[in-house]
């Protein structure tokens, strides 16, 4: 038995077994994103436990992000004042007392008080999982570590959906909060016994930097708070998010300032951003965001409005997607010692940009047959571009600034996922009225087709029961009901082919990347 601890930990205790080092981080990082979305299918259920209306439920979706994004943000600093191995272990079990409480909540504060603090766990444990896979792995494997990074961050908003529909539907909504408990606990058990703290990290902090948490925690909530709820009180028309825009805006500038030019010890170092390769990086990840969540939304809300699938089979749909990008996933880290990164992205854009276009395409009566392929195909891309830019980026990042790196780095990808959100249902809503009202024209007395359908319909109508005064409008409104179905499908390709642009147009930044030395290149210099 000692001898069996002995090869779990490693060699000696600073060089553990990487790949016991690799499960125990991602169990916290898979487990911290996926909480993101798996609580999304499971609102309508709470509606009527806590006898909340649909804008108010979701709050407890908001509350988790916002608590969850000012963690992340702060995750460099945190680790400085206590090291990352604790912090890493209190986050853990703050999240996994939240979820605890959380299925028990009897009321709609509770639940709120109980998401936030799910989320102030949860949030740390994504960038100190990177940080620690980047420096577990050697630099020959870094594109393996962050393919498996990416397994947890990627896929776990894909299995989010599914596994929150089915344990909902035979469980009920609170198992969605205690499937958590187990896999928590034995990810902290794992923590404790094969991490541990390099030496190189910064240690402890002379002064709290606490305007800086203040305007942060402020900044960030303001920002999430107008991005989701933005759509549903429209936007600049809304004195309330045109003020609120304002005063976020003055804030998140104030915070800046003050982070680089007065506090001596900043909770966020922005200095990191005068490295140009991790800056581009940053760029390019807050558009995939605005891409990969944004395809994660209309998605599940195309099946679910327009083909009518139930929660659970509209989960099922995006399952393709998630298959294909475990599948490439580790295929892409070995590529990443043999060809140019450049390259990878690239043809990763390449692939995903065409998998819209195929989107694009769809119609009313598309089936699984039709959507299931095309996911399947932007699965495998995707990860040509995840695992690529995510290794790039950081790969001229000192070990001492990895976590403040890596958390800014995830930072910019989850509010480039609010702003796709956010971005994708506003468009949605404005592609449909505008077709709509296009469509409307052609409806009229001198359409053949449009007069022959609506004769139709109102035969129909009265022939079940209705008089003819019924009748007549009963069938305008039917006919108006098929030219908004239409008018919404037009608005998701429109969508498609948007999102289709912004990848082809991430092309040239690709390529403003310097070339990355190949791995037998790699070894030549070392020699």
Not at 141 to 158: K, L
Not at 310 to 316: E, S
Not at 431 to 440: C, D, G, P, R, W
Not at 472 to 489: C, D, F, H, R, W
Request: proline letters at 4%; aromatic letters at 12%.
């Amino acid at each position: 038995m000692a001898f069996f601890l002995k090869w779990l930990r490693g060699k000696k205790d600073h060089n553990p077994n990487k790949w016991l080092v690799c499960a125990a981080v991602m169990v916290g990082a898979f487990m911290s994103v996926m909480d993101v979305s798996i609580v999304n299918v499971a609102l309508p259920h709470m509606m009527g436990s806590f006898g909340q209306n649909l804008s108010a439920i979701t709050w407890i979706a908001t509350a988790y992000s916002i608590a969850a994004v000012i963690m992340v943000t702060m995750a460099g600093w945190w680790t400085a004042l206590l090291g990352r191995k604790k912090l890493y272990l209190i986050s853990f079990a703050i999240f996994t007392v939240g979820s605890i409480l959380a299925g028990t909540a009897h009321t709609f504060p509770e639940m709120i008080l109980y998401r936030v603090l799910q989320g102030i766990g949860g949030g740390s444990l994504i960038p100190i999982s990177q940080a620690i896979l980047r420096e577990t792995f050697p630099k020959k494997e870094q594109g393996m570590a962050m393919a498996i990074f990416s397994m947890g961050v990627v896929v776990a908003p894909a299995i989010g959906p599914v596994a929150g529909g089915w344990l909902t539907d035979h469980y009920g909504w609170p198992w969605i909060f205690y499937i958590n408990i187990p896999f928590s606990i034995l990810g902290m058990i794992m923590v404790f016994l094969f991490v541990h703290d390099p030496a190189y990290l910064k240690r402890g902090i002379k002064s709290i930097d606490t305007m800086g948490i203040l305007l942060l925690s402020l900044g960030l909530t303001g920002l999430q708070t107008i991005l989701q709820r933005g759509q549903e009180m429209s936007w600049f028309g809304s004195p309330l998010i045109l003020w609120g825009t304002v005063v976020t805006v003055l804030i998140l500038a104030g915070m800046v300032y003050w982070e680089l030019f007065i506090s001596k010890e900043p909770v966020v170092d922005f200095h990191i951003f005068k490295n140009p390769q991790f800056s581009m990086g940053v760029v390019i990840i807050l558009l995939m965001g605005i891409a990969l969540y944004g395809t994660t939304f209309i998605l599940p809300q195309f099946t679910q409005r327009l083909l009518n699938y139930p929660a659970f089979q509209a989960g099922l749909v995006l399952m393709p997607r998630a298959l294909a990008l475990l599948c490439v996933l580790p295929i892409v880290g070995r590529l990443y010692n043999l060809v140019d990164s450049r390259g990878l992205m690239v043809f990763g854009m390449l692939v995903v940009a065409f998998s819209y276009f195929q989107l694009g395409h769809l119609a009313t009566t598309a089936g699984q047959d039709n959507i299931m392929p095309i996911l399947f195909i932007m699965g495998a891309g995707m990860p040509f571009v995840f695992v690529t830019l995510s290794t790039v980026s950081l790969s001229t990042i000192s070990r001492e600034n990895m976590t403040s790196a890596a958390g800014l780095f995830n930072l910019f990808q989850q509010v480039g996922g609010n702003i796709g959100y956010a971005l994708m249902a506003t468009l949605l809503e404005r592609y449909t009225q505008i077709h709509h009202a296009f469509l409307a024209t052609h409806i009229n007395a001198w359409h053949v087709q449009a007069v022959t359908m609506y004769r139709q319909a109102v035969g129909l109508l009265h022939a079940h029961g209705l008089s003819m005064g019924q009748s007549y409008p009963a069938s305008l409104a039917l006919i108006n009901g098929l030219v908004t179905k239409q008018a919404e499908m037009i608005a998701y390709n429109d969508i498609s082919f948007l999102l289709m642009f912004m990848f082809l147009a991430l092309i040239p930044v690709a390529l403003l990347f310097p070339v990355q030395k190949t791995a037998a290149e790699v070894h030549i210099t070392e020699m």
